[in-house]
């Protein structure tokens, strides 16, 4: 019996009484704390749900978006004001490049009004909250008090040298760990979550002419990093025979100092540029073939052209071109895009009933297709594709302000998904050019005659 009662008042105190009867042996057992109130603790569960649902990241996520836009504009500006800084143009353009700076100023005063706005909005995800918490860590401190044995401190002790352990070992593998190899489909950025932007928004020299491209060198050579390239298709909105480079970004939106390089010197004509679709890597442009199924390679340095045929039922001149219901974009067959591992060409093949077909193009001269992957896309349900890290997405029409993300592929896992839903803001009806730049994550688009950069948001 001695033995029972020890073990009991290590577990809660108590008190006893013993008597005896004749033979029997009784003991009254007294508790002498009150009874643990199991329903302050419900009360304080409670209460760390409805925090948990209140404050979530996707709720933040405008705050987050806002902020980084905010962040990339102002360091464009800067970049802008520098150059302009550097540029000699005698005050030619000086009045041009202020009226510049000042628009560019004002969308950023405009991004820190709703940025105001929205921290605002978002101002009682931490004063209520925290308020909860206050109420929270007080009761937990009262329930504590019926925790004789000193269970929850102990445990809270572990757990706290748990995380220094944790923390030990990473920072140990950190210092003498070799960083892990990313593959290509794999490149760290997770997946695309939503569009930001514009952030750039111009018109061309070339008012008249809607269809075109424009964008940076995704592999540039030593001292071209900053040069920009812009094509027009200037016969008929469907061929072009020259390459327009820009030192700067800001000259570009100028119009100062040009560099023309010609294809050839007559339009349209043999190894000419047919089609809007194309993209600048390695110091060469890939692009549809004048009427041929065929990949150009274009070296701007020798201005040699280099070719592969892509199979013989390819479509081209106009057979299997981006549309929707109200208009189809003319001569847009064959698509190239760029991402972290190179280059490839989209496409449709009539064996493969009009579904996009997608090759990887090594970057050799002349150049050879690689890996090829079909999907279950058909092609003219789509106004655009491009890749990140591997995947395709595909872009559709909804109406004149709003264009969509509704499609991707995996070319790592082969996994096929129709239910993206994510919207890009149009400043024009058509988008007729679509590429994205893996060094700084932007879309470059080309919409009636108009320049535009929007910013990816990855998960």
């Known amino acids: 019996m001695s033995q029972s009662i020890f073990i009991l008042l290590i577990l809660i105190p108590l008190t006893f009484t013993q008597s005896v009867r004749g033979k029997d042996c009784v003991c009254d057992l007294k508790n002498s704390d009150p009874a643990f109130p199991e329903k302050k603790l419900k009360n304080v569960e409670t209460s760390a749900l409805q925090c948990t649902r209140t404050i979530t990241s996707e709720k933040m996520t405008d705050l987050d978006r806002l902020m980084l836009g905010l962040q990339q504009r102002v360091k464009q500006v800067e970049e802008n004001v520098i150059v302009l800084e550097k540029e000699d143009d005698r005050n030619l353009y000086g009045a041009v490049s202020l009226r510049i700076i000042e628009l560019e100023i004002a969308e950023i005063q405009d991004l820190l009004n709703k940025l105001n706005r929205t921290t605002q909005n978002y101002h009682h995800l931490s004063v209520q909250p925290a308020a909860q918490l206050e109420v929270m860590k007080d009761k937990m401190a009262e329930l504590e008090k019926f925790d004789n044995m000193q269970v929850i401190k102990t445990n809270r002790e572990n757990e706290r040298v748990k995380r220094d352990l944790e923390q030990c070992k990473e920072e140990l593998n950190a210092t003498t760990a070799a960083p892990p190899t990313v593959l290509p489909a794999r490149c760290g950025l997770g997946r695309v979550v939503s569009v930001a932007g514009p952030r750039t928004y111009s018109l061309t020299v070339f008012t008249s002419y809607t269809y075109g491209a424009w964008g940076r060198d995704a592999q540039p050579a030593p001292g071209d990093e900053n040069?920009?390239?812009?094509?027009?298709?200037?016969?008929?909105?469907?061929?072009?025979?020259?390459?327009?480079?820009?030192?700067?970004?800001?000259?570009?939106?100028?119009?100062?100092?040009?560099?023309?390089?010609?294809?050839?010197?007559?339009?349209?004509?043999?190894?000419?540029?047919?089609?809007?679709?194309?993209?600048?890597?390695?110091?060469?442009?890939?692009?549809?073939?004048?009427?041929?199924?065929?990949?150009?390679?274009?070296?701007?340095?020798?201005?040699?052209?280099?070719?592969?045929?892509?199979?013989?039922?390819?479509?081209?001149?106009?057979?299997?071109?981006?549309?929707?219901?109200?208009?189809?974009?003319?001569?847009?067959?064959?698509?190239?895009?760029?991402?972290?591992?190179?280059v490839y060409v989209i496409y449709a093949t009539t064996s493969n009933f009009g579904n996009v077909i997608i090759s990887k193009v090594e970057t050799s001269n002349p150049p050879v297709l690689n890996q090829t992957w079909s999907t279950s896309l058909h092609k003219r349900t789509a106004t655009n594709t491009f890749m990140v890290c591997g995947v395709l997405y595909a872009t559709r029409y909804l109406d004149q302000e709003t264009e969509e993300i509704f499609y991707s592929y995996d070319t790592k896992t082969k996994e096929e998904r129709f239910d993206l839903k994510i919207n890009i803001k149009k400043m024009q009806t058509n988008i007729q050019f679509l590429n994205y730049d893996p060094r700084d994550h932007l879309l470059y688009v080309y919409s009636d005659a108009y320049i535009l950069t929007y910013e990816l948001i990855f998960q």
């Open 227 to 342: 040069k920009y390239w812009l094509v027009v298709l200037s016969t008929s909105n469907v061929y072009g025979n020259f390459i327009r480079q820009y030192g700067t970004l800001s000259t570009l939106l100028l119009g100062i100092g040009p560099k023309d390089t010609y294809i050839s010197s007559t339009n349209p004509t043999t190894n000419t540029i047919q089609g809007p679709n194309m993209v600048m890597y390695g110091n060469a442009l890939y692009y549809n073939c004048y009427n041929t199924y065929s990949v150009c390679q274009f070296n701007m340095t020798t201005r040699a052209v280099s070719t592969v045929a892509l199979p013989k039922d390819t479509g081209y001149s106009n057979k299997f071109p981006f549309a929707h219901l109200a208009a189809t974009y003319a001569y847009t067959d064959m698509d190239f895009a760029t991402d972290e591992s190179g």
